[in-house]
């Protein structure tokens, strides 16, 4: 047994001292080393001081240089092309406006290798998020980091005592707002109505009634590109939220999210319209509210409960072929979930390097993984992936219970799981016609102008939108690519 580990000494001395005639060898090149990367950020949330760290690391370990670029978030919602500069290579971008990034071939296909579980983990993202916003057709591009949806909050406890269940659709939805004096006497019912997210408080409440379920047509005629914004589906859309609008406090038309769930929280409430926007609760980036203002902390009524469901659908749709209103086949409810009307994407520029774009995907895998909750500032991220779902903390007010938590994620899962999900107006232009369906809005919640009216005048304004764009056959491509359409010979 000695001989042996003698032998087997001696023959390790040549291993640890080396060969003398044979040169040392040198370490292996990292991939990315001397490759220097431009990180593009939105100006204002905090990226500055909470990715310094992660960007040395990562730098470290790659032997790759890492710039930080800043742009203004005000000018990205109005001018997109000022958020991507020639020498960037990894670009966060608002969400909402991803439809003029797209057109203008300025992303990078998500390479295959890096859709494993072990880089990107793109199947962990939720399907409807990940098929319907985060590519085009069977092209992934962009990994979604914050994708807001709404869902409805109600107090649980008044339901049950009151023998009554969540609403599943938006007559059920009316007709616990119509009866509230009876099993919530004394509260309200609140949404977000203010100017700013008027639109897509609408068109949350709309989709359900005019994404029929064997139609892709929606804003726009996909063969024609002739605005579908004044047709009877709309049109009824709005008319069922006046009806409920009337029965809610004036002050509903100044609300935003935050403010519908402070009044739920504070007991003033029993049904209400919002969404979490993480524990310390400021904006989310880039959502049509006040910005970065930070929403006003919540004080929390003692024994109340709070459920959450996604927000309701219908059970008939109209069919803009036939013009008619058609029930859901087997009695189910046709649900269809709204986002991508404020948050944030990541995106690599098809402008840099093949070799560039490899170590930016390589970086996103490092600051986006299971980290994210640490990595990203708050109001810059929010639920997007399966794996979520096990850390409530990190996505909603201190204010929840932790059984609340996982209700309200719930609900987010089930909305962004939905494939029949939509983008709000994924298309370039998408402020002018944001702001024309706003105009149409206030006159009809104001009483200046009929439904029907209005949305006809909505549907003019887009036309002259996109005349000034390039014609309804441009929009009608551009709709026809978000839609993971090819473009109409």
Avoid at 364 to 387: I, K, Q
Avoid at 411 to 423: F, G, I, K, N
Wanted: charged fraction near 20%.
């Amino acid at each position: 047994m000695r001989l042996f580990c003698g032998l087997v000494a001696c023959l390790s001395i040549p291993l640890l001292v080396g060969c003398p005639n044979k040169p040392p060898v040198a370490p292996a090149k990292l991939p990315f080393a001397g490759q220097d990367i431009t990180v593009s950020v939105p100006k204002g949330w905090g990226f500055w001081t909470v990715w310094e760290l992660p960007l040395q690391e990562w730098s470290a370990q790659t032997e790759a240089r890492c710039t930080l670029r800043e742009y203004d978030s005000a000018a990205a919602l109005s001018s997109p092309q000022t958020v991507i500069d020639d020498g960037d290579d990894l670009i966060l971008l608002p969400l909402n406006r991803l439809g003029d990034f797209v057109a203008a071939g300025a992303l990078a296909e998500v390479p295959e290798a890096q859709r494993s579980e072990a880089n990107l983990n793109w199947i962990d993202l939720y399907q409807g998020l990940r098929e319907q916003v985060a590519s085009r057709g069977k092209r992934p591009l962009v990994m979604p980091i914050a994708a807001p949806v709404l869902v409805c909050y109600f107090r649980e406890d008044l339901l049950k005592q009151a023998n009554l269940s969540p609403p599943r659709t938006w007559l059920e939805y009316q007709q616990l707002v119509n009866t509230l004096d009876r099993w919530a006497p004394g509260l309200t019912v609140v949404e977000p109505w203010s100017e700013p997210f008027r639109t897509t408080m609408f068109l949350a409440r709309a989709v359900p009634f005019v994404r029929h379920p064997s139609q892709y047509s929606l804003y726009w005629n996909i063969d024609t590109g002739e605005p579908l914004i004044d047709n009877a589906g709309f049109v009824r859309a709005l008319e069922v939220a006046q009806q409920a609008v009337a029965k809610m406090p004036t002050d509903v038309t100044k609300f935003s999210p935050a403010d519908c769930r402070r009044e739920i929280l504070s007991g003033r409430a029993a049904l209400a319209i919002g969404y979490e926007s993480g524990p310390k609760g400021t904006a989310i980036a880039f959502c049509p509210t006040d910005g970065l203002a930070a929403a006003e902390k919540s004080d929390r009524t003692a024994n109340v409960q709070i459920g959450f469901c996604r927000l309701p659908g219908v059970d008939e749709a109209y069919n803009q072929s036939n013009q008619r209103w058609e029930a859901i086949p087997g009695g189910d409810v046709n649900h269809v979930t709204l986002t991508a009307f404020g948050g944030l994407c990541a995106a690599v520029s098809s402008r840099s390097s093949k070799l560039k774009q490899e170590a930016a995907w390589h970086l996103l895998r490092t600051l986006a993984g299971e980290n994210v909750t640490s990595v990203f500032p708050p109001g810059t991220r929010t639920p997007c992936r399966e794996s979520h779902t096990s850390q409530p903390g990190g996505w909603t007010g201190d204010e929840l219970q932790d059984a609340e938590r996982y209700k309200y994620l719930n609900a987010v899962s089930l909305s962004l799981r939905d494939t029949r999900l939509v983008a709000e107006l994924p298309v370039p232009g998408h402020a002018e016609f944001r702001q024309a369906l706003t105009d149409g809005l206030t006159a009809a919640l104001s009483g200046q102008a009929e439904s029907q009216a209005a949305l006809s005048d909505v549907a003019a304004k887009w036309r002259e939108i996109a005349e000034r764009l390039g014609g309804a056959k441009k929009v009608r491509d551009e709709y026809r690519r978000s839609l993971g359409l090819s473009a109409k010979e």
